[in-house]
C-alpha cells in the first residue's frame, strides 16, 4: 500500500503562483511514476503532469509552459510548481501514484482557487 498526503493549495490571483507537495509512504519502492490530476466541478478528472522514477515527464497542453513537476526520490516527494495560473485552473487537484504493476494510488486532494 502507498499513502499519499498533499498539500500547498490555496487561493490566488490570476497571473500567480503556488506550489503542490505530495509525500508518499508506505510500499514506496514499489512506485514507477507519480503526477498530478486535477477535478473541476462539473468536469471529468484530467491529467495535469506525471513524472517517472527515472525523471521523464509529461504535461497536459493546457499547462505547458507554466506548470513544472519534479521529484525528490530521497524525500519520496513529488512537487508541481505552478506559475501563471488561470482561473480555469481552479480546480481540485490530486496526487496519482502508479506501481510497476500498475496499480494506482490516490492522494485526497487539495483545493486551487484562482480568483480575483
Known amino acids: 500500500q502507498v499513502q499519499l498526503v498533499e498539500s500547498g493549495g490555496g487561493l490566488v490571483q490570476p497571473g500567480g503562483s503556488l506550489n503542490l507537495s505530495c509525500a508518499a509512504s508506505?510500499?514506496?519502492?514499489?512506485?514507477?511514476?507519480m503526477g498530478w490530476y486535477r477535478q473541476a466541478p462539473g468536469k471529468q478528472r484530467e491529467l495535469v503532469a506525471t513524472i517517472t522514477r527515472i525523471g521523464t515527464t509529461n504535461y497536459a497542453d493546457s499547462v505547458k509552459g507554466r506548470f513544472t513537476i519534479s521529484r525528490d526520490n530521497a524525500k519520496n516527494t513529488v512537487h508541481l510548481q505552478m506559475n501563471s495560473l488561470k482561473p480555469e485552473d481552479t480546480a481540485v487537484y490530486y496526487c496519482?501514484?502508479?506501481?510497476?504493476?500498475?496499480?494506482?494510488?490516490w492522494g485526497q486532494g487539495t483545493q486551487v482557487t484562482v480568483s480575483s
Open positions: 508506505g510500499s514506496i519502492f514499489s512506485i514507477y511514476a
Open positions: 496519482k501514484a502508479l506501481s510497476a504493476s500498475s496499480t494506482p494510488y
